[in-house]
């Protein structure tokens, strides 16, 4: 699904991935959601239209006109949330910008990536799927991980990080607004040179 440049009323798809609903609303697996929740108020607008199987709303950041996304199908399916509004708008894969939560980073890091893998993370895993492509930018933001791995790793993601963690994070969100706006103005290269 290789779209031109659209010229279309968006030019840029922002998503922040999670899962709805408040049981899971400030856990690790949550990040995604967190960050563009952190955007949407620093613009002073909601995400609360619906529509692509998400909450969101259209804003102008980083000079360009943006649809912030949370999709609401839950994590594993959050690509068909992505798919339906890439094809509406006809944006482009490298004009989708993924924000999500990585376990295989110390908390609160940030990794900004042009292209690449799931690297076993579910949402990218199905945003992947069904785009067709990896071609698309992300950011990271660091959880770190249980000291057991594999059973604990569930427990883990949509565990609620501690009071120390929370305090990093809240930074990290913001840095990862910064990210993101570097990124729609400059491109993933001064993004990765600057946060990374």
Not at 20 to 45: I, S
Request: glycine content about 12%; aromatic content about 8%.
């Amino acid at each position: 699904m290789i779209f031109e440049k659209s010229g279309g009323a968006v030019d840029w798809l922002i998503v922040g991935l999670g899962n709805p609903g408040q049981k899971y609303e400030h856990t690790r697996h949550n990040m995604g959601f967190l960050t563009v929740d952190l955007l949407a108020e620093q613009l002073n607008v909601k995400l609360n239209k619906v529509k692509f199987k998400s909450a969101y709303n259209i804003v102008r950041f980083g000079g360009q006109k943006c649809l912030v996304m949370k999709p609401q199908t839950y994590m594993n399916l959050s690509g068909e949330a992505v798919r339906e509004a890439v094809q509406f708008y006809k944006i482009p894969a490298d004009h989708v910008l993924v924000i999500y939560d990585d376990v295989s980073l110390p908390v609160g890091k940030l990794r900004v990536r042009p292209t690449g893998s799931a690297g076993g993370h579910n949402g990218i895993k199905n945003i992947i799927a069904h785009l067709g492509t990896q071609e698309f930018p992300r950011i990271k933001i660091g959880t770190g991980a249980p000291s057991g791995g594999g059973a604990e790793m569930i427990d883990w993601v949509i565990g609620v990080p501690s009071q120390a963690e929370r305090k990093i994070l809240v930074e990290s969100f913001e840095n990862a607004v910064k990210a993101a706006e570097d990124i729609i103005e400059n491109g993933c290269q001064k993004a990765m040179n600057d946060y990374n």
